[in-house]
């Protein structure tokens, strides 16, 4: 499976799995409208003040973790959808 697929489809997943147990009712069109208003946000500051250069350094950084997903995409795939395989309040970083 492609990287840019598999990306696609654990995000929608991902969308579902807010919608099915997040702590505030929410609906699938209402999260991703929230998240359209979030990245033209983004978009719009980056327009106006560039990218900060802690954000720069860190995305220079990404292409050496895409390559290992690259290299192990059934492995990344797996490490993914575990996120999602328990019920629990979904979390910006589920890490903490």
Do not use: H, T
């Not at 997040?22 to 500051?45: F, T």
């Not at 995305?59 to 997903?69: I, M, T, V």
Request: aromatic share 8%; charged share 25%.
């Amino acid at each position: 499976m492609q990287l840019s697929k598999m990306l696609s489809d654990y995000v929608d997943a991902a969308n579902n799995f807010i919608v099915a147990n997040s702590l505030r009712p929410v609906s699938k069109a209402e999260l991703e409208k929230a998240i359209a208003e979030r990245r033209a946000k983004v978009a719009a500051g980056v327009e106006r003040y560039g990218v900060p250069s802690a954000q720069r350094s860190f995305c220079q950084g990404q292409g050496q973790l895409l390559s290992a997903w690259n290299k192990e995409p059934e492995k990344f795939r797996q490490e993914l959808w575990q996120g999602l395989a328990v019920p629990r309040p979904p979390a910006k970083n589920p890490c903490l």
